[in-house]
Protein backbone atom coordinates (compact mmCIF):
# COMPACT_ATOMS: atom_id res chain seq x y z
CA UNK A 1 0.00 0.00 0.00
CA UNK A 2 1.28 3.76 -0.57
CA UNK A 3 1.50 6.23 1.90
CA UNK A 4 -1.67 8.04 0.62
CA UNK A 5 -3.66 4.50 1.48
CA UNK A 6 -1.99 4.70 5.06
CA UNK A 7 -2.87 7.99 5.22
CA UNK A 8 -6.40 7.44 4.62
CA UNK A 9 -6.44 4.51 6.69
CA UNK A 10 -5.50 6.96 9.87
CA UNK A 11 -8.44 10.10 8.70
CA UNK A 12 -9.95 10.05 11.84
CA UNK A 13 -6.90 9.34 14.21
CA UNK A 14 -4.93 12.81 12.95
CA UNK A 15 -2.04 11.70 15.84
CA UNK A 16 -1.65 8.64 13.51
CA UNK A 17 -1.32 10.86 10.39
CA UNK A 18 1.14 13.26 12.14
CA UNK A 19 3.35 9.70 13.34
CA UNK A 20 3.61 9.01 9.17
CA UNK A 21 4.31 12.13 8.10
CA UNK A 22 6.99 12.00 10.75
CA UNK A 23 8.34 8.47 9.84
CA UNK A 24 7.83 9.32 6.64
CA UNK A 25 9.99 12.50 5.62
CA UNK A 26 11.49 13.43 9.03
CA UNK A 27 12.38 9.83 10.86
CA UNK A 28 16.69 9.66 11.01
CA UNK A 29 18.03 6.91 8.45
CA UNK A 30 18.81 3.85 9.79
CA UNK A 31 22.01 3.51 12.15
CA UNK A 32 22.56 0.70 8.85
CA UNK A 33 25.28 1.32 6.86
CA UNK A 34 26.79 -1.72 3.82
CA UNK A 35 29.60 -0.70 1.46
CA UNK A 36 28.50 -0.77 -1.82
CA UNK A 37 31.14 -3.53 -2.59
CA UNK A 38 29.68 -5.97 0.29
CA UNK A 39 27.20 -7.66 -1.92
CA UNK A 40 26.78 -10.71 0.57
CA UNK A 41 25.51 -8.66 3.24
CA UNK A 42 23.50 -6.66 0.96
CA UNK A 43 21.85 -9.81 -0.29
CA UNK A 44 20.90 -10.70 3.26
CA UNK A 45 19.21 -7.75 4.44
CA UNK A 46 17.35 -8.26 0.86
CA UNK A 47 16.22 -11.69 2.25
CA UNK A 48 15.46 -9.76 5.39
CA UNK A 49 12.98 -7.40 3.89
CA UNK A 50 11.19 -10.30 1.99
CA UNK A 51 11.42 -12.64 5.41
CA UNK A 52 9.94 -10.46 7.53
CA UNK A 53 9.23 -6.58 7.12
CA UNK A 54 8.03 -5.57 10.39
CA UNK A 55 11.59 -6.98 12.37
CA UNK A 56 13.62 -5.68 9.76
CA UNK A 57 12.89 -2.49 9.89
CA UNK A 58 14.13 -2.94 13.69
CA UNK A 59 16.90 -4.98 13.07
CA UNK A 60 18.22 -2.15 11.03
CA UNK A 61 18.28 0.05 13.77
CA UNK A 62 20.41 -1.72 15.93
CA UNK A 63 24.28 -1.12 16.22
CA UNK A 64 26.70 -3.28 14.04
CA UNK A 65 28.01 -5.48 17.08
CA UNK A 66 24.76 -6.91 17.76
CA UNK A 67 22.81 -7.04 14.27
CA UNK A 68 25.23 -9.02 12.10
CA UNK A 69 24.23 -11.49 14.50
CA UNK A 70 12.62 -31.75 8.04
CA UNK A 71 13.77 -34.15 11.16
CA UNK A 72 17.20 -34.85 10.04
CA UNK A 73 17.77 -31.30 8.61
CA UNK A 74 16.22 -29.57 11.56
CA UNK A 75 19.03 -31.76 14.16
CA UNK A 76 21.66 -30.92 12.07
CA UNK A 77 20.95 -27.49 11.26
CA UNK A 78 23.50 -26.33 13.68
CA UNK A 79 26.19 -27.97 12.34
CA UNK A 80 24.76 -27.34 8.28
CA UNK A 81 25.21 -23.55 8.85
CA UNK A 82 28.97 -23.79 9.27
CA UNK A 83 29.22 -25.73 5.61
CA UNK A 84 30.42 -23.22 3.10
CA UNK A 85 28.15 -23.65 0.41
CA UNK A 86 25.29 -25.49 1.37
CA UNK A 87 22.10 -24.75 -0.43
CA UNK A 88 18.06 -25.86 -0.06
CA UNK A 89 16.55 -26.63 -3.40
CA UNK A 90 13.37 -28.76 -2.50
CA UNK A 91 11.18 -26.34 -0.94
CA UNK A 92 7.90 -26.14 -3.19
CA UNK A 93 7.72 -23.66 -5.85
CA UNK A 94 4.53 -21.48 -3.60
CA UNK A 95 6.83 -21.06 -0.76
CA UNK A 96 7.64 -17.67 0.23
CA UNK A 97 11.02 -18.32 1.68
CA UNK A 98 12.10 -20.49 -1.03
CA UNK A 99 14.54 -18.40 -2.75
CA UNK A 100 16.50 -17.89 1.02
CA UNK A 101 17.23 -21.33 0.65
CA UNK A 102 18.45 -21.56 -2.81
CA UNK A 103 20.69 -18.53 -1.43
CA UNK A 104 21.69 -20.11 1.82
CA UNK A 105 24.92 -19.78 1.11
CA UNK A 106 25.23 -16.28 1.00
CA UNK A 107 23.93 -16.40 4.71
CA UNK A 108 26.67 -18.89 6.13
CA UNK A 109 29.21 -16.78 4.37
CA UNK A 110 28.00 -14.11 6.10
CA UNK A 111 27.23 -15.87 9.14
CA UNK A 112 30.93 -17.46 9.09
CA UNK A 113 32.50 -13.32 9.18
CA UNK A 114 31.12 -12.78 12.41
CA UNK A 115 32.99 -13.37 15.73
CA UNK A 116 33.40 -16.73 17.02
CA UNK A 117 31.63 -15.64 20.35
CA UNK A 118 27.99 -14.64 18.16
CA UNK A 119 28.38 -17.83 15.94
CA UNK A 120 28.54 -20.10 19.17
CA UNK A 121 25.90 -18.72 21.03
CA UNK A 122 23.55 -18.79 17.48
CA UNK A 123 24.85 -22.13 17.01
CA UNK A 124 23.96 -23.47 20.58
CA UNK A 125 20.25 -21.86 19.76
CA UNK A 126 19.85 -23.84 16.43
CA UNK A 127 20.63 -27.07 17.95
CA UNK A 128 17.90 -26.76 20.33
CA UNK A 129 15.40 -24.87 18.09
CA UNK A 130 16.29 -27.68 15.85
CA UNK A 131 16.02 -30.51 18.20
CA UNK A 132 12.55 -29.33 19.71
CA UNK A 133 11.03 -28.73 16.44
CA UNK A 134 12.28 -31.92 14.62
CA UNK A 135 10.50 -33.60 17.97
CA UNK A 136 7.46 -31.56 16.75
CA UNK A 137 8.16 -32.73 13.25
CA UNK A 138 8.13 -36.76 14.34
CA UNK A 139 4.95 -36.58 16.89
CA UNK A 140 1.61 -38.04 14.68
CA UNK A 141 -0.42 -37.12 18.18
CA UNK A 142 0.69 -33.08 17.54
CA UNK A 143 0.81 -33.50 13.45
CA UNK A 144 -2.80 -34.37 13.79
CA UNK A 145 -4.55 -33.11 16.46
CA UNK A 146 -2.40 -29.78 17.15
CA UNK A 147 -1.44 -28.61 20.74
CA UNK A 148 -3.60 -30.13 23.09
CA UNK A 149 -2.78 -29.01 26.44
CA UNK A 150 -1.40 -25.96 27.71
CA UNK A 151 2.28 -27.15 28.67
CA UNK A 152 2.28 -28.38 24.94
CA UNK A 153 1.30 -24.87 24.45
CA UNK A 154 4.20 -23.09 26.15
CA UNK A 155 6.41 -25.97 25.00
CA UNK A 156 5.73 -25.06 21.52
CA UNK A 157 6.07 -21.70 21.74
CA UNK A 158 9.52 -21.96 23.57
CA UNK A 159 10.98 -23.51 20.92
CA UNK A 160 9.76 -21.39 18.11
CA UNK A 161 10.25 -18.03 19.84
CA UNK A 162 11.27 -18.86 23.49
CA UNK A 163 14.79 -19.81 22.55
CA UNK A 164 15.04 -17.09 20.13
CA UNK A 165 14.72 -14.30 23.09
CA UNK A 166 17.19 -16.47 25.01
CA UNK A 167 19.94 -16.58 21.84
CA UNK A 168 19.27 -12.74 21.42
CA UNK A 169 19.82 -12.27 24.87
CA UNK A 170 22.98 -13.56 24.99
CA UNK A 171 24.32 -11.71 22.07
CA UNK A 172 23.39 -8.35 23.49
CA UNK A 173 25.36 -9.41 26.76
CA UNK A 174 27.91 -10.66 24.84
CA UNK A 175 28.35 -7.39 22.75
CA UNK A 176 29.15 -5.39 25.55
CA UNK A 177 26.07 -3.13 24.87
CA UNK A 178 23.86 -4.98 27.93
CA UNK A 179 24.93 -6.14 31.26
CA UNK A 180 25.89 -9.75 31.89
CA UNK A 181 23.12 -9.87 34.71
CA UNK A 182 20.21 -9.88 31.98
CA UNK A 183 21.23 -13.90 30.81
CA UNK A 184 21.03 -14.80 34.27
CA UNK A 185 17.18 -14.55 34.01
CA UNK A 186 16.43 -16.49 30.92
CA UNK A 187 12.49 -16.96 32.32
CA UNK A 188 12.22 -13.22 31.12
CA UNK A 189 14.10 -14.20 27.74
CA UNK A 190 11.45 -16.74 27.12
CA UNK A 191 8.41 -14.13 28.27
CA UNK A 192 9.22 -11.96 25.53
CA UNK A 193 9.22 -14.73 23.06
CA UNK A 194 5.84 -16.49 23.95
CA UNK A 195 4.19 -12.85 24.09
CA UNK A 196 4.80 -12.32 20.63
CA UNK A 197 4.35 -16.24 19.42
CA UNK A 198 0.71 -16.72 21.23
CA UNK A 199 0.27 -13.06 19.61
CA UNK A 200 1.24 -14.45 16.30
CA UNK A 201 -1.05 -17.58 16.75
CA UNK A 202 -4.12 -16.01 17.88
CA UNK A 203 -3.88 -13.71 15.08
CA UNK A 204 -3.43 -16.56 12.27
CA UNK A 205 -6.50 -18.25 13.36
CA UNK A 206 -8.31 -18.86 10.13
CA UNK A 207 -5.05 -18.92 8.08
CA UNK A 208 -3.56 -22.20 9.93
CA UNK A 209 -6.55 -23.47 9.86
CA UNK A 210 -7.03 -23.76 6.07
CA UNK A 211 -3.80 -25.17 6.37
CA UNK A 212 -4.57 -27.45 8.69
CA UNK A 213 -2.82 -26.18 11.70
CA UNK A 214 -4.16 -26.19 15.22
CA UNK A 215 -1.78 -23.81 17.18
CA UNK A 216 -4.48 -23.04 19.69
CA UNK A 217 -4.25 -25.51 22.64
CA UNK A 218 -7.50 -28.04 22.97
CA UNK A 219 -7.67 -27.89 26.20
CA UNK A 220 -9.12 -24.27 26.16
CA UNK A 221 -10.58 -24.40 22.52
CA UNK A 222 -12.34 -27.78 23.19
CA UNK A 223 -14.30 -26.04 25.96
CA UNK A 224 -16.76 -24.04 23.84
CA UNK A 225 -17.02 -26.37 20.71
CA UNK A 226 -16.77 -29.61 19.14
CA UNK A 227 -14.70 -28.94 16.33
CA UNK A 228 -11.64 -26.33 16.20
CA UNK A 229 -13.28 -25.05 12.42
CA UNK A 230 -16.56 -24.17 14.24
CA UNK A 231 -15.50 -20.77 16.03
CA UNK A 232 -15.63 -19.46 12.29
CA UNK A 233 -19.42 -20.41 12.08
CA UNK A 234 -21.57 -18.17 12.78
CA UNK A 235 -24.04 -19.97 14.74
CA UNK A 236 -21.23 -19.88 17.79
CA UNK A 237 -20.02 -16.41 18.06
CA UNK A 238 -20.86 -16.53 21.71
CA UNK A 239 -18.75 -19.32 22.01
CA UNK A 240 -15.42 -17.86 19.61
CA UNK A 241 -15.92 -14.61 21.14
CA UNK A 242 -15.42 -16.29 25.26
CA UNK A 243 -12.51 -18.83 23.54
CA UNK A 244 -10.99 -16.02 22.26
CA UNK A 245 -10.95 -14.01 26.04
CA UNK A 246 -9.50 -17.00 27.14
CA UNK A 247 -6.57 -17.40 24.96
CA UNK A 248 -5.79 -13.80 25.10
CA UNK A 249 -6.21 -14.06 29.15
CA UNK A 250 -3.71 -16.60 28.52
CA UNK A 251 -1.17 -14.33 26.51
CA UNK A 252 -1.72 -11.96 28.40
CA UNK A 253 0.05 -13.73 31.41
CA UNK A 254 3.30 -12.91 29.76
CA UNK A 255 2.93 -8.76 30.01
CA UNK A 256 4.14 -7.99 33.22
CA UNK A 257 7.16 -10.25 32.57
CA UNK A 258 8.14 -8.67 29.48
CA UNK A 259 7.84 -5.46 31.02
CA UNK A 260 10.22 -6.40 33.25
CA UNK A 261 12.52 -7.60 30.77
CA UNK A 262 12.91 -4.26 29.15
CA UNK A 263 13.23 -2.04 31.78
CA UNK A 264 16.07 -3.70 32.05
CA UNK A 265 17.64 -2.59 29.28
CA UNK A 266 20.02 0.08 28.87
CA UNK A 267 21.22 0.29 25.37
CA UNK A 268 18.98 2.28 23.18
CA UNK A 269 18.74 0.81 20.07
CA UNK A 270 18.05 -2.93 21.75
CA UNK A 271 14.89 -1.30 23.44
CA UNK A 272 13.72 -0.06 20.48
CA UNK A 273 13.98 -3.47 19.53
CA UNK A 274 12.71 -5.36 21.58
CA UNK A 275 10.09 -2.63 22.46
CA UNK A 276 8.19 -2.34 19.10
CA UNK A 277 7.38 -6.09 18.73
CA UNK A 278 5.90 -6.00 22.03
CA UNK A 279 3.59 -2.83 21.84
CA UNK A 280 2.89 -4.07 18.66
CA UNK A 281 1.73 -7.30 20.33
CA UNK A 282 -0.35 -5.62 23.03
CA UNK A 283 -2.10 -3.69 20.41
CA UNK A 284 -2.88 -6.41 18.63
CA UNK A 285 -4.73 -8.55 21.45
CA UNK A 286 -6.26 -5.51 22.09
CA UNK A 287 -7.91 -4.77 18.32
CA UNK A 288 -8.98 -9.35 18.50
CA UNK A 289 -10.43 -9.23 22.06
CA UNK A 290 -14.10 -9.55 21.55
CA UNK A 291 -13.77 -9.00 17.66
CA UNK A 292 -15.06 -11.90 15.66
CA UNK A 293 -13.48 -10.26 12.40
CA UNK A 294 -10.34 -13.07 14.06
CA UNK A 295 -12.31 -15.83 13.01
CA UNK A 296 -12.75 -14.21 9.49
CA UNK A 297 -10.00 -12.76 8.66
CA UNK A 298 -6.31 -11.60 9.93
CA UNK A 299 -7.19 -8.53 12.08
CA UNK A 300 -4.05 -5.93 11.70
CA UNK A 301 -3.56 -2.49 13.34
CA UNK A 302 -3.57 0.30 11.35
CA UNK A 303 -0.07 0.94 9.53
CA UNK A 304 -0.59 4.74 11.04
CA UNK A 305 -1.03 3.36 14.30
CA UNK A 306 1.84 1.11 14.04
CA UNK A 307 4.16 3.63 12.98
CA UNK A 308 3.17 5.92 15.83
CA UNK A 309 3.52 3.09 18.42
CA UNK A 310 6.93 2.47 16.94
CA UNK A 311 7.98 6.31 17.12
CA UNK A 312 7.06 6.40 21.03
CA UNK A 313 9.50 2.77 21.57
CA UNK A 314 11.86 5.28 23.04
CA UNK A 315 12.17 4.54 26.92
CA UNK A 316 10.62 2.33 29.72
CA UNK A 317 7.93 4.86 30.23
CA UNK A 318 6.31 5.44 27.31
CA UNK A 319 6.40 1.63 26.55
CA UNK A 320 4.73 1.22 29.82
CA UNK A 321 1.81 4.16 28.59
CA UNK A 322 1.24 1.94 25.61
CA UNK A 323 0.44 -1.25 27.77
CA UNK A 324 -1.47 0.73 30.17
CA UNK A 325 -3.54 1.96 27.08
CA UNK A 326 -4.65 -1.10 25.67
CA UNK A 327 -4.76 -2.36 28.95
CA UNK A 328 -7.68 0.16 29.18
CA UNK A 329 -9.31 -1.35 25.53
CA UNK A 330 -9.23 -4.36 26.88
CA UNK A 331 -10.85 -3.81 29.84
CA UNK A 332 -13.66 -1.26 28.16
CA UNK A 333 -14.31 -4.32 25.89
CA UNK A 334 -14.56 -7.00 28.54
CA UNK A 335 -17.95 -8.25 28.51
CA UNK A 336 -19.50 -9.28 32.24
CA UNK A 337 -21.08 -12.56 30.26
CA UNK A 338 -17.25 -13.83 29.28
CA UNK A 339 -17.00 -16.26 31.47
CA UNK A 340 -13.38 -15.21 32.03
CA UNK A 341 -14.78 -11.80 32.70
CA UNK A 342 -12.89 -12.19 36.62
CA UNK A 343 -9.63 -13.64 34.95
CA UNK A 344 -9.48 -11.20 32.23
CA UNK A 345 -9.76 -8.07 34.73
CA UNK A 346 -7.20 -9.71 37.06
CA UNK A 347 -5.01 -9.81 34.41
CA UNK A 348 -4.88 -6.27 32.92
CA UNK A 349 -4.80 -5.40 36.74
CA UNK A 350 -1.71 -6.95 37.11
CA UNK A 351 -0.26 -4.80 34.21
CA UNK A 352 -1.71 -1.63 35.70
CA UNK A 353 0.11 -2.55 39.23
CA UNK A 354 3.39 -3.53 37.61
CA UNK A 355 3.40 0.05 36.09
CA UNK A 356 2.19 1.60 39.13
CA UNK A 357 4.60 0.07 41.54
CA UNK A 358 8.05 0.41 38.92
CA UNK A 359 7.40 3.36 37.25
CA UNK A 360 4.97 5.32 39.28
CA UNK A 361 5.15 8.44 37.50
CA UNK A 362 4.07 6.41 34.20
CA UNK A 363 0.35 7.91 34.18
CA UNK A 364 1.01 11.51 34.12
CA UNK A 365 4.62 10.78 32.04
CA UNK A 366 4.31 13.30 28.54
CA UNK A 367 6.11 13.39 25.62
CA UNK A 368 8.82 16.56 26.36
CA UNK A 369 7.48 17.87 22.98
CA UNK A 370 9.26 21.50 21.99
CA UNK A 371 7.43 24.34 21.58
CA UNK A 372 9.37 25.29 18.56
CA UNK A 373 8.26 21.83 17.26
CA UNK A 374 4.52 23.19 15.61
CA UNK A 375 4.29 19.74 13.53
CA UNK A 376 4.80 17.22 16.19
CA UNK A 377 2.40 19.13 18.63
CA UNK A 378 -0.44 17.27 19.54
CA UNK A 379 -2.44 20.68 20.16
CA UNK A 380 -2.03 20.98 16.41
CA UNK A 381 -3.32 17.69 15.40
CA UNK A 382 -6.93 18.48 14.43
CA UNK A 383 -5.43 21.82 12.30
CA UNK A 384 -3.52 19.14 10.46
CA UNK A 385 -6.20 16.84 9.98
CA UNK A 386 -8.46 19.69 8.73
CA UNK A 387 -5.44 20.39 6.47
CA UNK A 388 -4.92 16.97 5.25
CA UNK A 389 -8.83 16.49 4.65
CA UNK A 390 -8.67 19.71 2.25
CA UNK A 391 -6.06 18.51 0.45
CA UNK A 392 -7.55 15.12 0.00
CA UNK A 393 -11.06 16.93 -1.32
CA UNK A 394 -8.69 18.48 -3.37
CA UNK A 395 -7.06 15.85 -4.98
CA UNK A 396 -10.36 14.07 -5.27
CA UNK A 397 -11.97 16.44 -7.12
CA UNK A 398 -8.51 16.35 -9.56
CA UNK A 399 -9.47 13.28 -10.51
CA UNK A 400 -12.42 14.34 -12.37
CA UNK A 401 -11.03 17.77 -13.59
CA UNK A 402 -8.99 18.33 -16.52
CA UNK A 403 -5.89 20.17 -14.73
CA UNK A 404 -4.15 21.57 -17.77
CA UNK A 405 -7.73 23.14 -19.25
CA UNK A 406 -9.81 23.39 -15.77
CA UNK A 407 -12.79 21.75 -17.54
CA UNK A 408 -15.13 18.49 -16.78
CA UNK A 409 -14.70 15.34 -19.35
CA UNK A 410 -17.65 13.66 -17.63
CA UNK A 411 -20.47 15.31 -19.77
CA UNK A 412 -17.95 14.75 -22.62
CA UNK A 413 -17.90 11.05 -22.26
CA UNK A 414 -21.68 10.80 -21.21
CA UNK A 415 -22.68 12.45 -24.63
CA UNK A 416 -21.10 10.45 -26.18
CA UNK A 417 -22.58 7.06 -24.39
CA UNK A 418 -25.81 8.44 -24.93
Known sequence: MSIVSYLFQSIFHPSEIT????????????????KPENK???????????????????????????????????????????QKGWTFTESGPLEKDRQLLVEFNVVIDEFLSM????????????????????DYAKDAVHNTYGVKTLKDFDEYCYYVAGLVGVGL???FAESGLESSELVKDTDLSIHMGLFLQKTNIIRDYLEDLLDGRKFWPQVIWSNYVKDFSDLKEPGYKTQALDCLSSIILNTLHHAPECLTYMNKLQN???????????????????????????????????????????????????VASIFQEYTR?????????????????VACGKIERWCATNLPATKVYKLPYSKNDWLFNPENDLLLF??????????YLLCFYNWEHFRYDGFEILKDQI
Open 169 to 171: TRL
Open 268 to 318: KSIFSFCAIPQVMAIATLALMFRNYDTFQKVVKIRRGESVKLMLKCTNIHE
Open 329 to 345: VIIRKNDPRDPNFMKIS
Open 386 to 395: IGFSLLAFTA
Open 19 to 34: ALVQFKFFKPKPILEI
Open 115 to 134: RKEFRDIIADIANKMGSGMA
Open 40 to 82: QKIRCYEFLDKTSRSFAAVIKELDDDVRDAKELLLRSFHETIF
